[in-house]
């Protein structure tokens, strides 16, 4: 029976507060070695999920999980391995989650420690943009210098549907990783800053200050690769003919 | 509702990336919503903001989950179990 195995080992955190994703990885500072010291550590408090909660949990939070994954690791292969190496993590560890609490940013949490525990050594890509002192609405002011303001259509959509997809992953992958991921999570995932914190074990003022420089970055970055491709050009030609 | 003033230009900028995200209190939200409906510029600058971020998480949300890795997980899940 799935669910005396998990809860299996309950005492170890007897007489602690009810706990929650950010006080579950606090064991050490090397990210290695506080997984595997907190994650083998089927502790709980009163109430844990079943086998089958879990499993529908994670069924619900495998796309942005995998989407995430994927950021992170830029390959498919790694990104499959990196979630279901995560599964299996939090799976292990599910006594220490706290039904009612947040399960997707919890789940996030144990993904980012594992990426971290095997990826520190090349985590970075070089980046070919120069992000120093990079001005705020750097996108709107470049776009009103080329007259890209136009009428009747919003000249952000308009510029972000022409890069796609694709270059719009590019863009982001081109931020330095610390503010990569918190753009990831919050433009993308849609978490509260709070969130954020506790999946990257960062205070919530250090979210706030990344993200106000990350989100700059990632304009300058979104506009060098319009630049590159054409599409600021093809977009002024168009707004001079109108 | 008696101590509510309009926010400056100024005021209303520096609370744009919270505005944006949500993450300001009501009354800061109320505050900003109000200069942006009297605010022609700070308006077109908040709403193109506020469409790129939008369209670049649109845009980085098509990714599909490969079709067997949920497959893939459940079976090892369950002989785990």
Known sequence: MAASGITAGRTFLRGRRGHTMYDMCDVSDDPATEIVATLDATAGTATTLSADEFQAMLVDALPSLYRYAFRLTRNRADAEDLVQDTALRAFRAIAQFEPGTNFKAWIFRILTRGFWASHRHNQRRPTTVDFDDTPDLYLYARSAEHGLQWKGEDPARALIDRLGAERVAEAIGQLPEEYGVVCTLCFVEDFAYHEIAGVLDVPVGTVRSRLHRGRKMLQKSLWYLAQEAGIVNALSKREANA | ?81
């Open chain 2, 1 to 81: 509702m008696t101590h509510l003033s309009r926010y400056t230009c100024e005021e209303a900028f520096r609370r744009l990336d919270g505005y944006l995200d949500h993450e300001l209190s009501a009354e800061e939200m109320v505050l900003v919503r109000e200069h942006l409906e009297v605010c022609a510029g700070c308006a077109r600058e908040f709403n193109f903001e506020s469409s790129v971020l939008k369209g670049v998480g649109q845009k980085l949300q098509q990714i599909d989950l490969p079709g067997d890795l949920q497959a893939r997980i459940l079976a090892l899940l369950k002989d785990r179990q």
